[in-house]
């Protein structure tokens, strides 16, 4: 008897580490490289033990065959990997802000190593992740994608057939979503730079003598610089709140 309870609690565990583990190999702050995985793999294991307790009566029974235990097994890493990638898609809107105000500064060409997103990025683009990803922590953000995560239990039950459609349809909409916001963020530099490559040109025609570049290209950086100062903080609230938003379809009643 207490054999067989031991089993059932190893199974239990084991399904719920499964999706929670593979969500945290991808959400911001923890799913990424600089990361170590030791640290990760503790983490997983401690959420799993905490939420055990309340995910144990949705689990369903153990399988006969070991072919349905690694289906159930497959699914539950299918889902917890969209999962985490959701979340990591949310946060490369500020990669995509980041990649157009780089382009509207010209200073594109400017590559440094990005954690967050594991490449070779823009500074801007490599600025503005890290920022979005400490906002992530500091403001408990991970603790919303984390309430959000013990829902999908509810969503996605384990065992059920996967909605494959329903899943596909929404990882679409929230990468249509993140590109939209990431043009957005930019849009206050998108103005600038139309308006001052405008003037740039009118006053390129009424003083041929001038060399545009020269004087150009260190004005419009400083401009660039001086509106990211200007409106950094909204563009982190608007995030922010975005970030907030892509998870009430797993904790709406």
Known sequence: ML????????????????????????LPGVGTAYVPTNIRLAAAVLISFAMLPTLAPRMPTAPDSPSALTLLIA?????????????RVALAALHTAGTFIALFASIANAFVTDPVAEQQSSTV????SILGATLVVATDLHEVSLRALAASY??????????????GDAFARQVGASFALGLQLSAPFLIA????????????RLMPALHVFFFGLPAQIMLQVWLMVAVVSGMMVVFAEYYRSIWSMFLAP
């Open 125 to 128: 683009s490599g600025f503005l």
């Open 75 to 87: 699914g539950e890493v299918l889902i917890g990997s969209l999962f985490g990638i959701i979340g």
């Open 154 to 167: 509810d969503l996605f039950v384990p065992g059920a057939p996967l909605m494959v459609g329903d899943l």
């Open 3 to 26: 054999e067989q309870m031991i089993g059932v609690n190893i199974f239990l565990f084991l399904l719920v580490f499964t999706r929670i583990g593979a969500a945290l190999m991808w």
């Open 193 to 204: 730079s139309m308006i001052y490559y405008v003037g740039l040109g009118i006053l390129g």
